[in-house]
């Protein structure tokens, strides 16, 4: 067979090879970091993107709140579509229709024009890309498989986040100023568009990967999903899980004006933070989530660990020869928060959702999870520019309050979990037992 397994008509992961099954899971997993990494671009190169736009801390952070409201309502839909489309024509479409707006940005338009790419990009890299994520790897293995393979992809997400960053690093290092935001886009840009010409190229047509009995909504399933005991507090937890990890990229801009930090230290730690850290963390805490068989609990301590790294944050003196220790603090507190966002929707299965209302769950997990997008960054950057260097304490404070309120919904969490599945479980040995005496 050839490198691609090249057929007319559909197939299964069976008739590909094993090099085009790899080559699928490294080009998805190498566009999930990649297709979203000029929108959040500001989480480590915050002030020279702030510079070369012109842009207010305020503006930066209304950029991601556009794009963050483009991808609640695109969220839902973008199950539907994956359903719907072939992943091929999903793939290439998505990646290259972001290519051209990321190439648009990389002109450095009025913050008006990049509200209007930012919501652009939403509908190019969610209702169009971001179904193929989980499924296009699904759809090449088995599904005992899947596990290793997503597990892997978050490998490769990864390493590829911090190769990236370290290029994009070295482009601000040697051109100074807006030129080399400017060409940092454009090598975005041309990233992003090799990928939707890979795609166009790798991605097969499978066969059933399109449902054509797919609902648009089910408001049946729907109230289902809702109803169903611990899925609430599952989704405010996720909720409060990503409120905390996006906080974390304000400890960029913390380094740079709280203790005039070298630039280039900074996007350095950034990246570490951003990337690097989740080489270890996701594959560490999920292994902790593993041994002690409740994710719940493995999230819970990254809370307790990410209150106390915000509280050192709060405590450590805020002078120019304390930045290599607050450098270190960023770094632990980006292993706790990527730990814990890592495995952040793994208590929605906890909770033993039914696999034919799954899919509704998880949309509505997307949709209340990534909700801080839509408001956090406008006003923790609109903090910043009211009350300067004060306003850090204060954000960290807001954290604090984000997971205690995570944490509290974890034990909720544990709590049904005890008390409903653990009645469930209780009953059925006892019918069991029951079925034994009689027999």
């Given at each position: 067979?050839s ?12 008739e ?8 699928l ?35 930066l ?25 072939r ?31 930012f919501?652009?990009?939403?509908v190019t ?39 990236i ?10 051109i100074?100023?807006?030129?080399g ?9 041309v ?34 999903a809702?109803k169903?005991?611990?899925v ?9 899980v990503?409120?905390?990890y ?20 900074v ?39 990410s ?64 909700l ?25 404070g ?24 653990g ?17």
């Amino acid at each position: 067979m050839s490198l691609l397994a090249k057929s007319k008509g559909e197939v299964t992961y069976k008739e590909l090879t094993t090099v085009h099954k790899w080559a699928l899971v490294v080009l998805i997993s190498m566009g999930s970091s990649i297709i979203y990494a000029p929108m959040y671009l500001k989480n480590v190169f915050y002030d020279p993107l702030m510079q070369a736009l012109g842009a207010t801390n305020a503006d930066l952070g209304l950029m991601v709140s556009a794009y963050g409201i483009a991808a609640m309502i695109c969220y839902l839909p973008s199950g539907i579509v994956a359903d719907k489309f072939r992943m091929r024509t999903l793939a290439w479409v998505g990646f290259l229709a972001t290519a051209v707006l990321v190439f648009v940005y990389a002109m450095l338009p009025s913050v008006t024009v990049c509200l209007v790419l930012f919501v652009l990009m939403g509908v190019t890299s969610i209702l169009i890309w971001w179904g193929t994520r989980f499924k296009v790897i699904r759809l090449c293995c088995e599904e005992n498989e899947y596990a290793s393979k997503i597990g892997i992809s978050y490998s490769i997400y990864g390493v590829t986040g911090l190769v990236i960053g370290l290029i994009n690093a070295g482009i601000i290092a040697a051109i100074s100023g807006s030129a080399g935001v400017q060409a940092m886009l454009v090598f975005l840009g041309v990233m992003i568009a090799l990928l939707g010409v890979a795609a166009f190229f790798l991605i097969p047509d499978f066969k059933g990967e399109i449902n054509k009995d797919a609902k648009l909504f089910s408001i049946k399933e729907a109230l289902q999903a809702i109803k169903h005991p611990g899925v609430i507090w599952a989704c405010v937890a996720y909720f409060c899980v990503y409120a905390v990890y996006q906080g974390a990229t304000y400890t960029t801009p913390y380094l740079t004006q709280c203790f005039n930090a070298d630039g280039n230290l900074v996007n350095i730690v950034g990246l570490i933070r951003t990337y690097g850290i989740g080489l270890i963390a996701g594959p560490v805490v999920g292994w902790i989530a593993t041994k002690i068989k409740s994710p719940s609990k493995a999230i819970l301590g990254g809370f307790i660990l990410s209150i106390a790294a915000l509280v050192g944050f709060i405590l450590f003196p805020q002078d120019p020869s304390g930045a290599i220790v607050a450098s270190i603090l960023v770094v632990v507190f980006g292993f706790t928060t990527y730990g814990a966002f890592s495995i952040g929707s793994s208590p929605l299965s906890e909770v033993k959702i039914p696999m034919a209302i799954f899919g509704t769950a998880s949309g509505l997990l997307s949709v209340i999870g990534f909700l801080p997008d839509v408001f956090i960054h406008t006003w923790y950057g609109g903090m910043i520019d009211a009350q300067g260097t004060a306003a850090f304490n204060a954000i960290f404070g807001f954290e604090i309050m984000f997971a205690v309120v995570g944490c509290f919904c974890l034990v909720m969490v544990l709590r049904t979990l005890k008390k409903h599945f653990g009645e469930k479980a209780a009953e059925a040995e006892n019918e069991a037992e029951n079925e034994a005496t009689t027999a």
